[in-house]
């Protein structure tokens, strides 16, 4: 498809509007439909746009596959470690009211924080499934 | 309106679901797949489900749709057979039975929107009292994944990952799975 006048200028104007996007979903999710897993998806969907339209390599380059599985279980991590520092300042695990002196604060620190654990890990894993799934097409 | 929009909606639902039923060409199914996400979506819009509409057409519409395309592009030399004249009574009769038991599961479900439903006069009722006031959201939705249920949304996130390591581990192989005590695939 690298060939394709339209279908390239269309996907570069395309591709930052999808990632805005995403950052909007993702950090607006507490006050708006949407939330860290829609965030990743839509992210990881801006990429698949561009190795559909400039090649596999291209999105390889810019994104590489042990970034990606650093990043899947980073998103886990922080999660977790959430969940582990509300228990180490005298809360229980995910209990994010502990986190800060006021309680609404500590949740909204504790959700932007998992929201964006969660989003980093969806999106770096959608990548890494369509990653591996388009290297086994064989080259024409 | 809403019931104009969903009439047509759910005429298209079951328009598409002929065509996927139909359609021989596995290109265009899956493109019918999209489409019948994204009928699905609008109708999750219709029931007030927006962060559940959100999710079917980003991964329903958008993500499975080109895995799908994907996977059609990479199994695309080995042959496709047509199964012709094999006797398929025994599926209608299954399927028959699964949709009278569907059928007869539906009698029981409460009726949309109904207050007295168990659904709304248990811990929903909580949520909706004080939890804004609790967690300072405004989306209950965001509310109660993440934060009353925080740690259902941990053990998502963990399947999530624990699916792409499993892919990873199947695809990522550097040669074919062989079947023990059989000489290596010519091919």
Redesign the interface.
């Known amino acids: 498809m690298q060939d394709k006048l339209i279908l390239r200028v269309v996907a570069k104007w395309l591709i930052p509007v999808i990632i805005l996007f995403a950052f909007y979903v993702q950090f607006h999710g507490d006050y708006s439909p949407g939330g860290g897993f829609q965030a990743g998806v839509i992210f990881s969907s801006a990429f698949l746009l561009y190795s559909l339209v400039y090649g596999l390599e291209s999105a390889i380059k810019v994104l590489p596959d042990h970034w990606l599985k650093v990043a899947a279980c980073f998103g886990v991590l922080l999660y977790a470690g959430v969940g582990v520092v509300a228990m180490l300042m005298g809360g229980n695990f995910l209990d994010y009211s502990a986190l800060a002196s006021e309680p609404v604060a500590g949740q909204h620190i504790g959700i932007i924080l998992i929201e964006l654990g969660v989003g980093i890990t969806v999106g770096s894993v959608m990548l890494l499934i369509f990653f591996t799934f388009a290297r086994r097409v064989l080259p024409k | 309106m809403s019931l104009l929009v969903n009439i047509v909606l759910l005429s298209f639902l079951v328009i598409m679901a002929i065509a996927v039923l139909r359609i021989k060409n596995l290109l265009a199914m899956a493109m019918l797949f999209g489409l019948y996400s994204l009928l699905v979506a609008g109708l999750f819009v219709v029931l007030d489900a927006?962060?559940v509409?959100?999710?079917e057409a980003?991964?329903g519409t958008?993500?499975s749709t080109?895995?799908m395309l994907?996977?059609i592009?990479?199994v695309r030399?080995s042959h496709e057979v047509e199964n012709k004249g094999r006797n398929s009574s025994l599926a209608l009769l299954l399927s028959v039975v699964m949709g009278v038991a569907l059928m007869y599961g539906i009698h029981d479900i409460a009726e949309l929107g109904d207050p007295t439903a168990p659904a709304h006069t248990q811990v929903a009722a909580r949520f909706i009292e004080s939890g804004q006031?609790?967690?300072?959201?405004?989306?209950l939705?965001?509310?109660v994944?993440?934060?009353y249920r925080?740690?259902d949304?941990?053990g998502?996130?963990?399947v999530?990952?624990t699916?792409?390591l499993g892919?990873?581990l199947l695809?990522?192989r550097s040669e074919k799975p062989r079947v023990k005590g059989k000489k290596k695939d010519a091919g």
């Open positions: 927006p962060d509409a959100f999710t980003a991964v958008g993500i080109v895995l994907v996977t592009a990479s030399d006031a609790e967690t300072g959201v405004p989306n939705v965001t509310a994944l993440a934060s925080g740690f949304t941990l998502e996130v963990t999530v990952l699916a792409g892919i990873l695809l990522l």
